[in-house]
């Protein structure tokens, strides 16, 4: 994990904020505050800018004081298309800036590939935004090394983060690693091998959806789908005196790449209870029994 920010190891997923008035909004970010979650991630489109307007009038209702906080946001997601061009990142951010009622945000990431980029007019923007001091660091979200490459070719700033999808059900970053040189699916590599990359650059993998399987169907939790997974997780947490949900966590944080698990829950109790996964320990032998549960084979 980057040492440049003063950072928690779980970050709060704020995409469902725009459903919550502002003294909801300012209970969950209390309650972030006080369990040590002081990382809260937003984007352009969450709630088409409502979640960012949300948090930011919470903060001020709450009296949180900006440098409290750790904020991130991405940019780059439009309707029907991706635009990474500089006119749409630099305008972005200052909308962002806006509705969270702010002069800076900490870390702002680059939302999906937009294949269409000029890598020159991204760093055009990071260097703007950074004098200005309008953004301190920089990021992407979904995009594997060599994308990464191309945007380094040109920017100076170094690239902290990239959020990906990664959980107990999906696995694919650790999948490949496993069966190299294998004929069969899961040596299949559809990453560019971004773990391995990402250890390699220091860059911090940001795991969303992380109780979440497929892209939108729903969680994995107490699923009959699952159900080997979710026996495993039962006993194996009831072990460790947490919940299966904070052992799925758990078993992200384990990872000695140094994931940040984002979690998008609008539920104080709910936080609260998967806040305890930075206590839990996991073994070698219970991670794996763990990956195995979910389906997965050793070669």
């Known amino acids: 994990m980057v040492s440049v920010l003063q950072q928690s190891q779980i970050i709060h997923g704020c995409m469902r904020m725009a459903s919550l008035s502002v ?15 002081n990382f809260f991630d937003h984007a352009d489109i969450y709630g088409q800018g409502r979640s960012e ?5 919470a903060m001020r209702e709450r009296r949180v004081s900006r440098d409290q906080v750790v904020i991130q ?10 635009d990474f061009s500089k006119e749409h990142i630099v305008r972005s951010v200052e909308g962002s800036l806006r509705r969270l009622g702010t002069d800076y945000v900490d870390v702002l990431l680059l ?8 890598p020159e007019e991204v760093a055009e923007a990071f260097e703007e935004l950074e004098t200005s001091g309008k953004v301190r660091y920089f990021g992407v979200s979904n995009q594997n090394p060599l994308q990464i490459e191309l945007l380094r070719k040109s920017c100076s700033q170094k690239l902290l983060f990239n959020q990906l999808q990664f959980s107990l059900v999906h696995t694919g970053m650790v999948d490949s690693g496993f069966n190299v040189n294998l004929d069969n699916r899961a040596a299949h590599d559809r990453d560019g091998s971004i773990l ?19 892209f939108i169907e729903g969680v994995f939790l107490d699923h009959p789908q699952f159900a080997t997974l979710n026996q495993t997780l039962a006993a194996t947490a009831d072990r460790k005196g947490v919940t299966p949900a904070a052992l799925a966590i758990a078993w992200i944080l384990r990872h000695p790449a140094k994931m940040q698990p984002i979690v998008g829950t609008t539920s104080c109790h ?12 996991l073994s070698r032998q219970e991670w794996y029994e763990l990956y195995l549960a979910a389906g997965n084979t050793l070669p």
């Open 23 to 37: 003294t909801e909004a300012g209970e969950l970010l209390e309650t972030a505050l006080g369990l040590g979650i």
């Open 53 to 57: 307007e949300v948090f930011g009038q």
């Open 73 to 82: 946001t991405k940019c780059g997601i439009r309707s029907g298309f991706y």
């Open 111 to 118: 939302h999906r590939p937009d294949t269409l980029v000029e």
């Open 196 to 214: 391995e990359y990402s250890r390699l650059r220091e860059m911090t993998i940001q795991a969303w959806s992380p109780l979440q399987y497929g």
């Open 270 to 281: 709910r936080l609260k209870d998967l806040s305890k996964a930075g206590d839990v320990g």
